[in-house]
């Protein structure tokens, strides 16, 4: 099944908290179309907007019955590691380290995706989709060449794309993180 914006709210949130990420106190944040849903559902998507996973679809819309995109998805995920300590429980990583934080990846431009580069997918969204490739996040290999930016984020893929992005937080147990750097001429996941 395809997978909500209130529903993906409950998932990250639930990921922010595993990862150690302090949430806000889901205080209302002048989304005018959550007022129908549960209180969890609507402090989850006022904790998202509080920690600045979502933006939301307007400045006062969340638009919760709509389903996540691939894109959207790259997006949360990226702003949620981006915002998550990369140590293990969350201690500093040495500057021998080669783990590789969010935000350094795109300078690589390792990419097999052909459509990313097309109208309608917006900068961050491209900026997001290259580094979750980089880090494994989608869990392609280098023979899949389109990613989907605009197709809704199905159960599945959004287990795989959690479970690959906690690999990169202080959520795994201390002493079990490992990150290769490809220096191939074709570099990327799945090397």
Do not use: C
């Amino acid at each position: 099944s395809n997978i909500p914006r209130w529903q993906m709210a409950l998932y990250l949130t639930r990921t922010m908290d595993v990862v150690g990420q302090t949430l806000g106190t889901g205080a209302d944040q002048s989304f005018t179309d959550i007022g129908g849903y549960s209180a969890a559902i609507q402090t989850a998507i006022n904790q998202l907007a509080q920690s600045g996973v979502t933006l939301g679809t307007t400045a006062t819309t969340y638009s919760p019955d709509d389903n996540v995109t691939r894109e959207q998805m790259a997006m949360f995920v990226e702003r949620l590691l981006g915002k998550t300590a990369i140590g293990p429980n969350g201690a500093a990583v040495s500057s021998a380290s080669v783990l590789t934080t969010i935000g350094t990846l795109e300078t690589q431009n390792a990419y097999n995706y052909t459509e990313i580069d097309g109208a309608g997918i917006t900068f961050e969204g491209h900026e997001a989709i290259e580094e979750l490739y980089n880090l494994g996040v989608p869990g392609h290999d280098k023979t899949v060449t389109t990613f989907g930016p605009a197709v809704d984020i199905s159960r599945d893929e959004m287990a795989t794309w959690i479970t690959n992005a906690l690999a990169h937080t202080n959520a795994r147990p201390e002493g079990l993180w490992v990150q290769t750097v490809d220096t191939s001429a074709t570099p990327g996941f799945g090397d």
